[in-house]
């Protein structure tokens, strides 16, 4: 009996001419155990290493077709199979032609043998194919840090900012203690420092000029992370405690609680966080929660700090003259005559406060998406948000209860932080150290730079409304806030 000898021509895609499947599917259908009857012509990529006379060596990634080896095959079988296989056959030769990213390593035979991806790899890297390409799951400025089975992204620009940052604040107070407003020499200063000057010279350095520092550091540390922390919550960089009215809210409270004395004695501290929560919350249920309405968060925030202000304003022009001018100054943001009997507790507030406040920060990142992507990396929403804002207003109220209202710190520290600590990360250490350096630096230079002390509020102004214009013209050339 004759074998029939139809052949059909099957194109191959990306070969330059038709490739004829049905023939070589017939030689590979024929006798499994006889040689070879010629050299391949399939292109390879890479040199093969396995025996080039393999039937069905010569098709990457193409099993062998029809009932190759089997006695009890019948001639028509083999050649059904030979006309299906060889369509496929052709197919497949085809896209083997294509170029491989890197030499074939398996052997040339086998089913799945060849430049197509099985084991001797390819383009879709195998097991000897080389890495996928993909994008790395360590952030650029990360280091994976492992002890057993815990690891951790050990932040390494963030750490060499602070770095930096602690030795810029360590500047500052050298300059702070060693600055006067009194004609007080370099040496003097010192001898005050180390407690050998005179009576008068140790008592201002020691118990009125380090107690203030410490005192600005700390305050401008919690306004440091307030804003950075609302910041990110509304998803604008003016969204600060001291424009959506959280600021007045603590300094209305502030100034109430001193109605019907006759002192010039500010209120007591804790009393800033009160009226700093009360308008939060105001604001918050008027523009309908936090979430994406940034814009919304500011206009309403707006409005309530206007008309809180007002109300202060009013309860200070009810004062006598000496109640009403202690009242001012603190107002507007001043530290004199802070000392540690402030400190100590504020100390404590942030003790508490940051390392929450560093511990949301992690989680914040992710409500730089929508809500549906930050739930589909595992984090609750509503929990995270809730706790920031929390954070933030209790942050900016403890600030201004001991320091009074002091301007752009928040505004300015996270801004900053997020241009030294790069875009992928919630800058909340960055904010604060660079929160306690301005605060602290700006009250140095208000108690030099005339010949009466400037409040740091004044001063912080002065210096803000540059960086205020410089911000919205960045949002001009970037699109956004």
Known sequence: MTRPTRR??????????????????????????????????IPSDGPSHG??????????????????????????????????NGRSTGRSAGRSALPSAGPADGPSSG???????????????????????????VPADAVPLRAGTLSWLFPRRTALVSLALTAVIAVVVVLATLASSTGMSLTE??????????????????????????????????????????QTLAGNRLATPDVIGVNEGATAVVV????????????????????????????VFAAGGMGTRGYRVLVVGIGVSTVVGAVGDLVMSRQNQSSAGGIFLWSVGSLSGRDYGVAVPLLICLAV?????????????????????ASALGVDVRLVRGVA?????????????????????????????????????????????????????ADALGRVVAPVEIPV?????????????????????????
Do not use: H
């Open 389 to 441: 804002l929390t954070l933030a207003v209790l942050l900016a109220g403890v600030a201004v209860g001991v320091g009074g209202p002091i301007s752009f710190v928040a505004l300015a520290a996270p801004v900053v932080a997020s241009r030294l600590c790069g875009p992928d990360r919630v800058p909340v250490a960055g904010s604060a150290l660079l929160g306690a350096a301005l605060t602290a630096g």
């Open 111 to 137: 089913p799945s043998g060849g430049a197509s991806g099985g084991p001797s790899g390819g383009p879709s890297g195998g097991p000897s194919g080389g890495p996928s390409g993909g994008p790395s799951l």
């Open 256 to 283: 109430a609680s001193v109605v019907g004395s006759s002192t010039a004695m500010v209120g007591d501290w804790w009393l800033g966080p009160v009226g700093a929560v009360a308008a939060a919350v105001l604001v």
């Open 8 to 41: 059909e021509a099957v194109p191959a895609p990306g070969a330059d001419g038709p490739y004829d499947g049905e023939a070589a599917t017939l030689s590979s259908t024929g006798t499994s155990n006889g040689p070879s009857t010629g050299p391949s012509t």
């Open 51 to 84: 025996p080039s006379g393999d039937p069905s060596g010569g098709v990457s990634g193409a099993p062998s077709g029809g009932a190759s080896g089997d006695p009890s095959a019948s001639a028509s079988g083999r050649l059904s199979n030979g006309l299906s």
């Open 353 to 373: 406060l940051v390392p929450l406040a560093l511990a949301s920060g992690n989680r914040l990142g992710a409500l730089r998406f929508d809500d549906d992507t």
């Open 457 to 481: 509020g004044v001063v912080t102004s002065v210096l803000g409304g540059p960086f205020l214009l410089w911000v919205l013209f960045g949002k001009e050339k970037t699109g956004k806030a």
């Open 189 to 230: 200063s010192v001898r005050g420092l180390l407690g050998t000057g005179d009576f008068a010279t140790n008592m201002i350095v020691q118990d009125l000029r380090l107690p203030r520092i410490v005192v600005g550091l700390l305050v401008g540390a919690a306004l440091g992370i307030s804003g950075c922390l609302l």
